[in-house]
């Protein structure tokens, strides 16, 4: 009896080996009334025939939780401009204002997926006004160029006002924000599937191969890295370039058709699994094109970091 007491006690003495953590479920906890900051910076840059350009921006938004349920939470999302709207010419400042003074309401399930556009018929009225405005201001030629771009404003007018657009389009970096929830990752193993989503020329369905993975675990911070890399099949893009500029009836024959596109994207995401928070995202996108012996390049960076 003596001496199984004391192997027992010598087997609690023995330290127990920490597992290392290889799995990372990122869902919400968050409550009512957290509020949280963000700075965004955008930069667009752009190559053709080897002139380059590039333009940037800085904001600011906030992220406030209106409400928490088991099943759902309600978020306000609020953007600060004035920097930039101080620049623009004073016959366009306020429309401008109007636009990106909108507060976006909007719902996630209770993982912190998005789920819908709360106020999306004020934002839409907003933006249409913004719109209607820039049309007032074109010229009153009847060009082919100005007939075609005033053809593809209508059109953008009715895509990006529509609650889908909204939610596709406009809302990219809160769309970005909540696009690892809802999942469970494991180090190591590679997700890859395919999603359709409405394109931002004509709104018709596209396909977009994705791949994501957990990159790394920094226990010690509860913050792990999660990968996502996406492109779009070059006979989707090309389909889907042809259709549009057919709708806007612009001069597009058969050799014009004869270009090469490639389309990917890439994601990094810096999360805290312990709160459910991302404390820093890079989003870079790029399109190359070639038409003949033109060569074009465009790439879009986003870069959501927590303050």
Aim: glycine share 2%; aromatic share 12%.
């Amino acid at each position: 009896m003596k001496s199984l007491f004391f192997l027992i006690l010598f087997c609690l003495s023995i330290p127990v080996l920490a597992q290392e953590k290889t799995t990372v479920p990122i869902v919400a906890y968050w409550s009512k009334g957290d509020t949280l900051n963000f700075k965004i910076f955008k930069k667009i840059e752009k190559i053709n025939d080897g002139k380059e350009s590039q333009d940037s921006t800085t904001y600011y938004s906030q992220f406030i939780i209106l409400d928490s349920t088991e099943t759902s939470y309600q978020i306000l999302w609020k953007n600060d401009f004035k920097q930039q709207i101080s620049s623009l010419p004073f016959n366009l400042s306020d429309p401008i204002q109007s636009l990106q003074d909108i507060n976006y309401i909007y719902s996630t399930n209770e993982l912190g997926q998005f789920q819908s556009l709360d106020n999306w018929q004020e934002i839409a009225t907003n933006l249409k006004n913004y719109l209607s405005l820039i049309l007032q201001k074109l010229p009153t030629s009847d060009s082919v160029e100005n007939s075609a771009f005033k053809n593809s404003m209508n059109q953008f007018l009715e895509i990006y006002t529509s609650k889908e657009g909204l939610e596709s389009l406009v809302m990219r970096e809160i769309r970005l924000l909540h696009s690892t929830f809802g999942a469970e990752y494991l180090l190591g193993d590679t997700i890859r599937y395919e999603e359709q989503v409405n394109n931002a020329i004509d709104n018709s369905p596209m396909n977009i191969n994705n791949e994501i993975f957990l990159s790394e675990i920094d226990e010690e911070n509860y913050n792990c890295i999660i990968v996502q890399n996406s492109f779009v099949s070059e006979e989707e893009m090309k389909s889907m370039i042809t259709s549009f500029a057919e709708k806007l009836k612009l001069p597009f024959d058969e050799a014009s058709k004869d270009f090469q596109i490639d389309n990917n994207e890439k994601r990094v995401f810096s999360i805290d699994y312990n709160y459910g928070i991302p404390n820093y995202i890079y989003n870079k996108k790029t399109n190359k094109v070639k038409v003949k012996e033109q060569t074009g390049y465009r790439i879009d960076t986003i870069e959501i970091e927590l303050l």
